[in-house]
């Protein structure tokens, strides 16, 4: 006897982590995303690209680096993650950005390897973009974008 309610109690316990699913480990959901590290608010366990390209245009630091546009269904939320590229600080000025219809954008440290920026809300229209610096406005210019998602 004692050993059936051993094994029930194995077989409830396992059937209770199957249905935990990644939106209850996510640490924010929808606008509560909005600024957060995708990687500390678990939403990375669950993303998907919804679209990626290599960037082909001038600057000679991005040659070569990869663009993700990736989202959460759990969190409902995007970021932009960018892997590769020479970019560092003033000297090899670049960077990605994700640029929110009615909201803030979200920028990448200018660093070389692999950096993300910050999420914003899936209920917003995003796009990702590799971006320059504007020296006259102090902000940046966008040099290829994948669609508005």
């Known amino acids: 006897m004692k050993r059936i309610a051993t094994v ?17 480990a996510a640490g924010c959901y929808q606008s509560g995303c909005n ?7 678990r939403c990375v366990d669950d993303a998907r690209n919804l679209a990626s ?15 993700e ?10 970021w932009v993650r960018v892997t590769d590229g020479d970019c560092f600080g003033e000297w090899r000025p670049c960077g990605a950005v994700l640029e929110v219809q009615g909201g803030t ?3 990448t440290e200018p660093k070389p390897g692999q950096r993300w920026t ?6 917003n229209y995003v796009r990702g973009c590799f971006t320059n610096p504007n020296y ?8 290829q974008c994948t669609a508005w998602r």
């Open 136 to 143: 006259v406005t102090g902000g940046y210019v966008t040099d």
């Open 105 to 107: 954008a979200q920028t």
């Open 69 to 78: 546009l990736r989202q959460s269904p759990a969190c409902d939320a995007a």
């Open 8 to 24: 029930a109690l194995s077989v409830i316990l396992l059937i209770g982590m199957i249905i935990v699913t990644p939106a209850a």
């Open 35 to 41: 600024g957060q590290d995708p990687q500390v608010t």
């Open 118 to 123: 910050a999420m914003w809300s899936f209920r």
């Open 53 to 67: 390209f290599r960037y082909t245009g001038g600057n000679p630091y991005l040659q070569g680096a990869l663009l």
